[in-house]
Each structure stands twice: as C-alpha cells, then as structure tokens.
C-alpha cells in the first residue's frame, strides 16, 4: 500500500487484482493540475468517512500515473537517536515540529542526500545510518508548481548533542525530545510524520 498525503490526508493506492476506486469519475485516474485546488477541497472533506482510494494490480504505477502532471521530486531524512541521552532530534520549521530532511541532490544517494541534510540544518557532523524506513509521499502547490515529494527516510545515530538550527532554511529550533515525551511533537507536525515516527516505534519499541 502507498500513501499520497494532500493536506495531511491519505490517498491510498492499494493493490488488487481488479482495479477500482472511489474516487469521482470526473477527475478519471490521471489528476489534472487545473483540478487540484477543487480535488483538494473533496479529499479534505471525505476523507473521515471514506479516504479516495485506488485498488490495482500495479499500485505504484497507478499512483505514478495519477501525478503525473505533476513534478516529481524527491528528498531525504531521519529520525536522529543520541547514544549519550536516548532522545530524539527534532527540528521547528514554519510553524511545525519536522524530522530533519531536504532534496536529492544530482549525482546524490538518499542515504548520503540524509545524512547532509541533517548535518547541514542541525549543525551535526558524525552521524551513522542503522537502518532506512518506508518512504512517504505528499502532493503540494507552491511557486505555481504543482509537486509530488518522494522522501525516503533513515534512522541514525550520534553522540553528539550539541546541534544549531539552519536559520536560513526556516529552522527556529534543533530541539532534543525524550522518547516518552513527544506529545509537543504529536500535536503540531504532519501526518506522514506520525507515519515515519509509528512506524519507527514500531520497529525500535520504547515504551
């Protein structure tokens, strides 16, 4: 199963044998950017009772296929552990706390793409990647651009604890929380986020 979260709510894209959705026929399997603002708008509000859906034997083609007009980009990040303290890094950027994260740059890897952003906007210089999670997707407007953002996602530690936010970049805060003490991070961050930390919980259980 993938998930394309538009404003904080979930496309599905499942896999079937038979394809099939739920979402109105009149904008087909293939989203027009003109279409966008009014998609967003039924997503908003379906999406407690019945979130859009699509069923096919081939899912991620078919979620490939549905943005395809729009621009596909893809970045990196991760869930940060200090081995001195336990806790966890997190950043403040625009009003929201975040995992640190940032574009794929040419000729760049995810797992190095992750590592140099989260030492350019942390401050941080020796990190080690112990293992990757599921990536997550989303579909925004900004600039007059119409984007799907593929981001992969890394969980990494350090020793270091000292770390100073990338003010340039709209990080106020490079902040360490405890692990049993992320309700400020649950209440005020995006949904693929709560993703990445469930699935991250679930993975390295520490409650």
């Given amino acids: 199963m993938y998930k394309v979260f538009i404003d904080n709510h979930p496309i ?3 896999k079937s044998d038979k394809t099939e959705t739920n979402i109105p026929t009149k904008y087909g399997l293939r989203l027009s950017t003109q279409d966008f603002a009014s998609f967003s708008c039924e997503v908003n509000l379906n999406h407690k ?10 899912p991620l083609e078919s979620l490939k296929h549905f943005f395809s007009d729009f621009v596909w980009i893809e970045a990196a990040g991760g869930i940060v552990e200090n081995l001195n303290t336990n806790k966890l890094l997190f950043i403040h950027r625009n009003g929201f706390w975040d ?3 940032g574009k794929i740059e040419a000729n760049e890897n995810p797992s ?8 350019e906007e942390c401050g941080l210089k020796k990190l080690n990647i112990v293992s990757s999670l599921s990536p997550t997707y989303h ?9 799907i953002k593929k981001t992969h996602w890394f969980v990494l530690n350090t020793q270091e604890t000292e770390v100073k936010p990338q003010t340039d970049e709209g990080i106020t805060e490079a902040t360490w929380f405890n692990k049993n003490n ?6 005020n961050t995006f949904s693929s986020i709560l993703e990445v930390l469930q699935e991250y919980k679930n993975k390295f259980p520490f409650d």
């Fill in 49 to 58: 009772d019945a979130p859009f859906y699509v069923k096919s034997p081939f």
């Fill in 139 to 147: 579909v925004y407007n900004l600039y007059g651009k119409y984007w």
């Fill in 99 to 101: 995992i640190p994260k």
């Fill in 12 to 14: 599905l894209f499942l």
């Fill in 112 to 119: 190095k793409a992750a590592m140099r952003e989260i030492q």
């Fill in 182 to 187: 992320l309700e400020k991070v649950y209440e």
